[in-house]
């Protein structure tokens, strides 16, 4: 089967297409899926080019890939059909989903192995040409949820600051801070993006046409904001410290974060760690399904471009997600 692979760490050119990679073994909890497509994200860069703290974990050569879409072909020795049928996961099913944050295996191969409990059925009414949205949704989804929820816990009245609002995460943060309860969104992102940004709800400051410390200083007449969700984290992290509420909270999204100098100001900051449950997975798949979080694909693009993906990546102003179509 085809299955994109490296054997060193480097930049996207050490990514190559193998046409005899192995089938794998599912092991007793896991489902055998046919991949159609592929979810990228900034973390696929990072572990490719081992600047990521999973890097070092990696056996080389590796797989790509942390999310997909695909169907069910079978399940592992604990997951008969009818086992799988009882979890909506019966042999035929589209599913889409990501590996839980130990399994290191790619999923941009014709036919993976994945945990049962990863997986979630994506409805039948779907569109075959949907299908990009719902293999770039889990790992987006699942971040916004645990940065939203778990890390920055907003409630109702809540004044929130999304840096990078049209991203693969920050398209999810907007609508899942507003449902959370937040009495006003702001996002930043270039001004070409402002207008995506409105319509997820937001109010946007074009940082590379205005100065977005300004904007909010005046906004929140000097007070700050309850909540940073902060996807940008390089240049954003410190200055928004200066515009955060008392009792404020502030969350970047990169694991590599430093939050000591907001510890150090007394100003709660936490890193969100993905949760891979069936439940937030179906969460998501209500939200999409209702139009509620109308994440965008901004690439689809064949198996073999996926250095040209990476570069695109790499480039750090994705709209959306950029997706893998293994049938292109
Ligand atoms: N903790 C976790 O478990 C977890 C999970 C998922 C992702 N992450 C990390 O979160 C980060 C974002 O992920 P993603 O998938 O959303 O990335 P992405 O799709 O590449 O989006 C990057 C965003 O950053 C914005 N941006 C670039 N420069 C900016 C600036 N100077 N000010 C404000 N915004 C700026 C871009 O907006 P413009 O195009 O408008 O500039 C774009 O919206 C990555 O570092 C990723 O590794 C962490």
């Given at each position: 089967?085809?299955a994109?692979?490296?054997?060193?760490?480097?930049g996207?050119?050490v990514?190559t297409?193998?046409s005899?990679a192995?089938?794998p073994?599912?092991t007793?909890?896991?489902v055998?899926?046919?991949?159609?497509?592929?979810?990228l994200?900034p973390?696929?860069h990072?572990?490719?080019?081992?600047s990521?703290r999973l890097?070092?974990?990696?056996e080389?050569?590796?797989g790509?890939?942390r999310e997909?879409?695909g169907?069910?072909?079978?399940?592992?020795a604990?997951?008969?059909?009818?086992?799988l049928?009882?979890?909506?996961?019966a042999?035929?099913?589209?599913?889409?989903g990501?590996?839980?944050p130990g399994?290191l295996?790619?999923t941009?191969?014709?036919?993976?192995?994945?945990a049962?409990d990863?997986?979630s059925?994506?409805?039948t009414?779907?569109?075959?040409e949907?299908?990009p949205?719902?293999?770039g949704?889990?790992?987006?989804?699942?971040?916004?949820?645990?940065a939203?929820d778990d890390a920055?816990?907003?409630?109702?009245?809540?004044?929130?600051?999304?840096?990078?609002?049209?991203g693969?995460?920050?398209?999810?943060l907007?609508?899942m801070?507003?449902?959370?309860?937040?009495?006003?969104?702001?996002a930043t992102g270039?001004?070409a993006?402002a207008?995506?940004?409105?319509?997820?709800?937001?109010?946007?400051?074009?940082?590379?046409?205005?100065?977005w410390?300004?904007?909010?200083e005046?906004a929140?007449e000097?007070?700050?904001?309850d909540?940073?969700?902060d996807?940008?984290?390089?240049?954003?992290?410190l200055p928004?410290?200066?515009?955060i509420a008392?009792?404020?909270r502030?969350v970047?999204?990169?694991t590599?974060?430093?939050?000591t100098?907001a510890?150090e100001?007394?100003?709660?900051?936490?890193?969100?760690?993905?949760?891979?449950t069936?439940?937030?997975?179906?969460r998501l798949?209500i939200?999409?399904?209702?139009g509620?979080?109308?994440?965008?694909?901004?690439h689809?693009l064949?198996?073999e471009?996926?250095?040209r993906?990476?570069?695109?990546?790499?480039?750090?102003?994705?709209?959306g997600?950029?997706?893998?179509d293994?049938?292109?």
């Amino acid at each position: 089967m085809r299955a994109i692979v490296f054997d060193r760490f480097g930049g996207p050119e050490v990514l190559t297409v193998a046409s005899d990679a192995p089938e794998p073994e599912p092991t007793p909890e896991e489902v055998l899926v046919q991949v159609t497509h592929v979810g990228l994200n900034p973390l696929d860069h990072k572990i490719r080019d081992g600047s990521s703290r999973l890097a070092s974990q990696l056996e080389l050569p590796a797989g790509t890939g942390r999310e997909m879409a695909g169907t069910v072909i079978s399940g592992g020795a604990d997951l008969d059909d009818s086992e799988l049928g009882s979890r909506g996961l019966a042999p035929g099913t589209r599913v889409f989903g990501m590996r839980p944050p130990g399994d290191l295996r790619g999923t941009a191969a014709e036919v993976i192995a994945i945990a049962a409990d990863a997986l979630s059925p994506v409805p039948t009414e779907v569109m075959h040409e949907e299908l990009p949205r719902w293999a770039g949704l889990a790992l987006v989804g699942l971040t916004a949820i645990s940065a939203v929820d778990d890390a920055a816990r907003v409630c109702a009245g809540d004044t929130v600051l999304i840096h990078g609002g049209t991203g693969g995460v920050g398209q999810l943060l907007i609508p899942m801070a507003l449902q959370a309860g937040a009495s006003q969104v702001w996002a930043t992102g270039r001004a070409a993006n402002a207008q995506r940004i409105r319509e997820l709800g937001a109010t946007p400051i074009a940082y590379d046409e205005e100065d977005w410390e300004k904007v909010i200083e005046e906004a929140t007449e000097g007070r700050g904001v309850d909540v940073v969700l902060d996807t940008h984290y390089h240049s954003t992290f410190l200055p928004s410290l200066d515009h955060i509420a008392p009792g404020g909270r502030v969350v970047p999204l990169p694991t590599l974060a430093d939050l000591t100098p907001a510890t150090e100001r007394g100003i709660t900051a936490v890193i969100p760690e993905i949760t891979v449950t069936r439940e937030r997975l179906d969460r998501l798949v209500i939200g999409l399904r209702e139009g509620h979080y109308p994440l965008e694909v901004s690439h689809v693009l064949p198996l073999e471009q996926i250095s040209r993906a990476h570069e695109l990546l790499e480039g750090g102003h994705t709209r959306g997600k950029i997706v893998l179509d293994l049938d292109a």
